[in-house]
């Protein structure tokens, strides 16, 4: 059994574990849109592998960081765009 | 703003030496590390990402037995890995500015072998940018990092083998696969098993072939023309030469083939030929001392990349005239025609068809990051022209994704390449700037928020 912890994305807890990348705990927190683009549309990940850009956020403060290339820590707070849709932040 | 990074490295470009530096830890990677290292050459292999394997052999639970034991080796070598290390520029011969998870670092080299590998394709359509409309390689690397798609109905399509690996996988981590649409129409695949009828039957299966695992589920000679959804997709239309039909879907899982990750050869100043890194019988570049393996020289999968790291690795570690030298690669020069035969025939079998170029409409999205529209770009005549006028892969993946596509739709070759390679923070700059001479690229500044 995987040690579970406590994140917050978007103010929202949610207990994940170490092999939890903080794109899939994004998805997990019900957010579909992870940042709004230059037009306004709403946007979630692409590559999952950290070419797009598509998944960044701001993680403990840091913005724009490539969520696919972090795993999850205790403790990590994650914070996404506003999004029209009301499916983002 | 300097004080800590002399703090950290002393003088820059004395700070890590290597005689053998590797960029990419994926099959040619680590296959070069180790030729170069088993020869007594110092070696500095470096990856983006936190843990070797590459694409094909990172994180995921069941790696192929060859993967899992190089990444092993690797493990146990006295070679210097140096994971979350992405290359930015190439401010002087023999030395790469690197961002190590944030830091700068001067990494020197006599010997560069650059193994950066391929990403995939991604052909813009109506609806490409709907929240759920992943990468086929893309939503398998999401599921191994947690997503769960249990009882998700994922529909797969594009082209080319990784499309059934990946939705092999896909079901593995639980998604149910309605449908997964091969651009190839059938009469290719078809010639392309007789012509290689004597391989194991696994290979086929891999490349395209496994119908009977996955029952009506393939089709080929179909492609995708628009994903549909409110927030997120939740349809797509297909069509093939006879008729348009809708598949209802939680995720769609995409895409075209893939691209090399040229960057640093454009950098470095590598001649680039039809699309990839053009190398000699030792993998050497145009660039005396640089080489480039896997991928990046062509599509060929995971055992055309052992053959050409381990050829790297070897040339790059030795002085090429050595008649020993020669002996031991002889095998390798043999192994790679083999893999290169079975590549080309299958760049064939998968090549792109015309329609393709047609999907994007004129107001289709190509350039994500910045919103440029088809009708924007295609009146321009390069790269650089639309990239001036327009922004076109001016933003955050730096065309990365925009690239690949338009290489497609429109032809353009890709174009020599500014710093930074990778988009890094002012901080970073301001440390490094002085020393290495790079410049922020001032039309690539966050603007937004």
């Known amino acids: 059994m995987k040690e579970l912890f406590e994140i917050r994305v978007n103010s929202k807890a949610l207990l994940v574990d170490s092999q939890t990348t903080v794109a899939v705990a994004v998805v997990r927190a019900g957010v579909l849109s992870f940042r709004r683009s230059a037009s306004g549309e709403c946007r979630g990940p692409l590559c999952g592998v950290g070419i ?32 029209p849709c009301g499916k983002g932040a | 703003m300097s004080a800590p990074l002399q703090h950290r490295t002393g003088m820059p470009y004395s700070a890590s030496p290597a005689r053998v530096v590797v960029v990419g830890a994926g099959p040619a990677g680590m296959q070069a590390a180790w030729a170069a290292a088993s020869s007594g050459t110092k070696v500095t292999l470096i990856d983006a990402n936190p843990s070797p394997g590459g694409q094909i052999w990172r994180g995921e639970q069941s790696v192929s037995s060859a993967g899992a034991r190089l990444i092993e080796k690797i493990r146990r070598s006295n ?26 670092e001067w990494i020197s080299y006599d010997s560069l072998v650059i193994a950066t590998g391929a990403r995939e394709r991604f052909l813009p359509f109506p609806g490409w940018t709907l929240p759920n409309v992943y990468g086929a390689g893309g939503l398998q690397a999401m599921a191994r990092g947690g ?23 896909l079901r593995a981590h639980g998604a149910e696969i309605p449908l997964i649409a091969e651009q190839a129409p059938f009469a290719h695949l078809l010639r392309f098993a007789w012509a290689f009828r004597h391989l194991p039957a696994r290979v086929l299966d891999a490349i395209g072939l496994g119908k009977r695992l996955f029952g009506a589920g393939y089709r080929s000679g179909c492609y995708p023309v628009r994903a549909q959804g409110v927030d997120r997709v939740q349809s797509v239309t297909l069509r093939n030469s006879t008729q348009e039909w809708s598949v209802r879907c939680d995720y769609l899982a995409c895409s075209f083939g ?7 050869p454009l950098l470095l100043g590598c001649r680039i030929d039809a699309g ?9 570049t145009s660039v005396p001392g640089v080489y480039c393996a896997g991928e990046v020289t062509g599509i060929g ?22 008649p020993e030298l020669r002996e031991r690669a002889t095998p390798r020069f043999q192994e790679r025609e083999r893999c290169r035969r079975f590549a080309s025939a299958m760049a064939v079998c998968f090549a792109l068809r015309p329609e393709l170029r047609s999907i994007a409409m004129p107001e289709t999205i190509v350039c994500r990051c910045e919103d440029i529209r088809m009708d924007q770009i295609a009146g321009h005549k390069s790269w650089r022209e639309a990239q001036l006028q327009t922004r076109l892969g001016a933003g955050h993946c730096q065309g990365r994704v925009c690239g690949a596509a338009v290489g497609f739709l429109l032809g353009w070759p890709a174009e020599p390449i500014t710093p930074p390679l990778f988009r890094v923070t002012e901080n970073f700059m301001a440390c490094a700037g002085a020393a290495a001479g790079v410049t922020p690229d001032p039309a690539s500044n966050p603007s937004k928020q």
């Open chain 1, 52 to 83: 797009c850009a598509e998944c960044r956020a701001t993680i403990d403060g840091v913005p724009d960081l490539y969520t696919c290339q972090h795993w999850c820590r205790p403790g990590m707070v994650v914070e996404t765009e506003k999004c």
């Open chain 2, 79 to 104: 070679i210097r890995f140096l994971p979350g290390c992405q290359v930015v520029d190439a401010p002087q011969p023999g030395t790469l500015l690197c961002s190590v998870n944030g830091e700068p």
């Open chain 2, 147 to 169: 997503l769960d798609l249990r009882g998700k109905r994922v529909v797969v399509c594009g082209s080319g083998p990784l499309l059934l690996s990946a939705a092999a996988a």
């Open chain 2, 258 to 264: 893939l691209a090399p990750n040229l960057e640093l």
């Open chain 2, 276 to 284: 990839f890194a053009a190398v000699n019988e030792w993998q050497e």
């Open chain 2, 301 to 322: 999968g995971a055992d055309q990349a052992l053959a050409e790291g381990e050829i790297a690795g070897l040339a790059a570690s030795h002085a090429k005239t050595a």
